[in-house]
């Protein structure tokens, strides 16, 4: 088993920066690779970022890609999401993942979830 446990949301104006931090307690975090997802109202669930077990693999989604940068600290496990030039439809729950090893971007390819944190941009 693997807790995952998310932080680091809140309420920003369009334009700040978030850090979301995702901290790991059980298996041997460095075996995982770490996804991050979000959830709008009303909207289903949407990749936004992944990390390979390496750390040297990263793959991000379109709406994100140039703004958030996905990143990891193995000795402290822990994973972040650094989220720059927030937009207004950012806005959205979001969730850390983990799953063995390699990159995903489907969420039922992923075996650990955390709660989530509810990130907020406001106009």
């Known amino acids: 088993q693997v807790q995952l446990v998310e932080s680091g949301g809140g309420l920003v104006q369009a334009g700040g920066s978030l850090r979301l931090t995702c901290v790991a307690s059980?298996?041997?975090?460095?075996?995982?690779?770490i996804g991050w997802f979000r959830q709008a109202p009303g909207k289903g669930r949407e990749f936004v970022a992944v990390?390979?077990?390496?750390?040297?693999?990263?793959y991000y989604a379109d709406s994100v890609k140039g703004r958030f940068t996905i990143s990891r600290d193995d000795a402290k496990n822990t994973g972040y999401l650094q989220m720059n030039s927030l937009k207004p439809e950012d806005t959205a729950i979001y969730y850390c993942?983990?799953?063995?090893?390699?990159?995903?971007?489907?969420?039922?390819?992923?075996?650990?979830w955390g709660q989530g944190t509810q990130v907020t941009v406001s106009i």
């Open positions: 059980g298996r041997t975090f460095s075996n995982y690779a």
């Open positions: 993942a983990a799953r063995p090893f390699n990159t995903a971007s489907n969420g039922p390819d992923y075996d650990y």
């Open positions: 990390i390979n077990w390496t750390g040297r693999t990263t």
